[in-house]
């Protein structure tokens, strides 16, 4: 049965930078690939920032570095 999938990207203030995925996605095994920009399609600055995956009863935040 599909799952239900938050995939976000946030910066170090914790505002909202990105979605990257949301919605049902079958078990398996899934690729999201992220061209470091902001929701309204401008680049990101360098930096730090998080991103946050969530599924049905489980999220997990991990760090990721921007660097161009």
């Known amino acids: 049965t599909p799952a239900s ?10 505002r909202e930078v990105a979605t ?10 899934h690729a999201v690939v992220w ?3 902001d929701r309204s399609g401008n680049p990101i600055a360098n ?3 998080f991103y946050r995956l969530q599924t049905d009863g ?4 991990r760090k990721l570095v921007v660097v161009r």
């Open 5 to 14: 999938v938050d995939l976000r990207m946030f910066d170090l203030s914790g």
């Open 20 to 29: 990257l995925a949301s919605g049902s996605f079958a078990a398996g095994e």
């Open 35 to 37: 061209d470091a920009r």
């Open 47 to 49: 930096g730090t920032y």
């Open 58 to 61: 489980q999220s997990k935040v």
